[in-house]
Nanobody
Framework: QVQPVESGGGLVQAGGSLRLSCAASGRTFSIYRMGWVRQAPGKEREFVATIRWSVGTTYYADSVKGRFTISRDNAKNMVYLQMNSLKPEDTAVYYC???????????????WGQGTQVTVSS
């Protein structure tokens, strides 16, 4: 098993920035990719970004492309999400997720964190 734990959420004004962190523990040698998925009140979960662990290739949802950056530190088993130019519609609980095998980039995850709240005020 791999256990991801998110941190860094908080309240920020529109146009501001926030950096989320996710630490993975357990069988971290099995990490294939890590990603961020968010869920706003009354809405379904929405894919945000993902990064392949070995080679660092990234993929972003159109809604965050150009504003968010996902990165990783393989040695520390950490993944980050730098969020710039935040909008009120970015308000959601952000979940860190781990995939241990190849699959659909946006939904193919095996382990999930408990989430961290991001609130963007207008």
């Amino acid at each position: 098993q791999v256990q991801p734990v998110e941190s860094g959420g908080g309240l920020v004004q529109a146009g501001g920035s926030l950096r989320l962190s996710c630490a993975a523990s357990g069988r971290t040698f099995s990490i294939y990719r890590m990603g961020w998925v968010r869920q706003a009140p009354g809405k379904e979960r929405e894919f945000v970004a993902t990064i392949r662990w070995s080679v660092g290739t990234t993929y972003y949802a159109d809604s965050v492309k150009g504003r968010f950056t996902i990165s990783r530190d393989n040695a520390k088993n950490m993944v980050y999400l730098q969020m710039n130019s935040l909008k009120p519609e970015d308000t959601a609980v952000y979940y860190c997720a781990v995939a241990t095998r190849t699959g659909v980039l946006t939904t193919g995850y095996d382990y999930w964190g408990q989430g961290t709240q991001v609130t963007v005020s207008s």
